[in-house]
């Protein structure tokens, strides 16, 4: 709740000027913004409640649910050269954010399932694979490659954990390997990675074009100092850096609040993560367990991958800051995901009763 208020703050306080400017109402996206997390917070607190082990039956079928609308938006229209929205009418949303969630209860499924055989290929290694496969394919096809790297990742983490014979990881790895040179034989993949990796080595090669994001936010950052600008302070803001409501409020965040208010978020990121990682070996079942590995897996990695994006430590992904970027689905997703590991908190202090 703290990094939510946090979050909110420092979101409106980067999107008032783009939001007046493009959109004629200052409130544009803080008001968007408020009514997902109220949602959020009520999804929170009604799945704390609910016994998170009725998601494990519910792992194929929401698999299900999430390749269909995978498929679903690749014949969505383009916007700014991808296709990752499905439009409701009243909003849009990205089933990547859905997908993030049904690996981790798939995954966990499978790991509590196959517990005592993940040392195995067949068990271990090749459900997994196989999932991730299609998974890949269909957000390359898109192509969204943040989304892509963050689901590998968690299913790695999870894999991991799970007790996968580390041997069949460096096999997985040539697999992946493989499925990436196959993928990016598209032409469109090749030219969509191959932009963002150019410009990352050297974003001053083109600072009035698609260095101009990443320079700006680096001005952003150095404009902070110790101590920071003051909430609302910000000149980068000033229709300088690109849409700084989304990704890159970070960077606003930076030179707003400054070295001291930048180590303060992560050190609030690090705790939940800690707190995260607590209730899962707390557990009371390895589903349990796995779930709680794997959601918080998540918010860790977006957080760092966010983070090292913003200060031009790896290519530009477009991966959103958890809690502070703007989008709807995001947080509405999240949140409801902090419900879950509530739930997988409060189940393990009952049995302990």
Known sequence: MVLLTFGLVMMFSASYVYALFYMGNSFYFIGRQLVFAVMGVVAMLVLSNIDYRIFRRLAWPLMGVTVVLLVV????????????????????????????????????????SNYSRMKTFRYGIAPFIGVLAVMVALLMMEPHLSGTVLICLIGATMMFVGGANLKWFGLAGIAGAAGLVVLASIPQVIAYATTRFAYWLDPFSDPQGFGFQTLQSLYAIGSGGLLGAGIGQSMQKYLYLPEPQNDFVFAIVCEELGFVGAVLIIILFALLIWRGFVIAAKARDRFGAMVAVGLTAQVGIQTILNIAVVTNTIPNTGISMPFFSSGGTALLMLLSQMGVILSISRQTTLEKE
Do not use: D
């Not at 909003?91 to 990547?96: A, L, R, V």
């Open 73 to 112: 938006v690749l014949f969505m229209p383009e916007q700014k050269g991808v296709r990752r929205w499905i439009n409701l009418g009243f909003t849009t949303f990205q089933p990547s954010e859905i997908a993030k969630f049904s690996i981790v209860i798939l995954f966990a499924h499978l790991i509590a």
